[in-house]
């Protein structure tokens, strides 16, 4: 299995099975599956490197494993498919994002990607209250751009029930999945908090 900073990917087990039951993943609403892939977008990069080195150590001391050459193989292979899977999702987000606006971009980095600290502080309240309006309007601005991206990824034929087939099984994804569903959001809700506190009612 893969421990670190991402937890663990996959299991051995998972993967020579086959079995890819989707424990603990919430109800594929029209939106949920959105804002998970929101979330953990700015971890992917990193999480496909770290699968990347396991496939190589788990390769490079294969001659000390206990488990059969055949097993072994079919690991490795289910861990490269999974390396691939966190790469396509990085790729089919990145596209989308790539076509938004500086103000949607911002509203972004508030709620799904503000982890620098340094971040809020470089815009003073008035160039925050420029960018989002009221509260009000903050939160209608979220919402918009939730469904444009929706739109994006459906148009590239990734559907609620598409994500959780093809990466439901990922432990990032569906931890990430998990925290959201039980109201979770950690750091970035305290981020998103900051912001909309400069706002007017």
Known sequence: MIDGKYGRLITMKDEITGNEEKKGVRAKDSDAYIKTALYVYPALRAA??????????????????????????????????????????????????????????????????GNKKKFLSDFSDEAIRKICGSRRSYYRRQERLVRKIGEGLRSRGMTADCFYREYGNIDLIRNVDKALAAGRRGAQGAREEQVILRLAK
């Open 48 to 113: 496909a490197r770290e699968v990347s080195e396991h496939i190589q150590r788990k390769a490079c001391l294969s001659y000390v494993s206990r488990t059969s050459c055949e097993n072994l193989a079919t690991y490795l292979i289910g861990q490269i498919g999974v390396k691939e899977k966190l790469e396509e999702l990085r790729e089919t987000l990145g596209e989308i994002l790539d076509k938004l606006s500086d103000t949607e971009r911002f509203l972004l980095y508030v709620r799904y990607f």
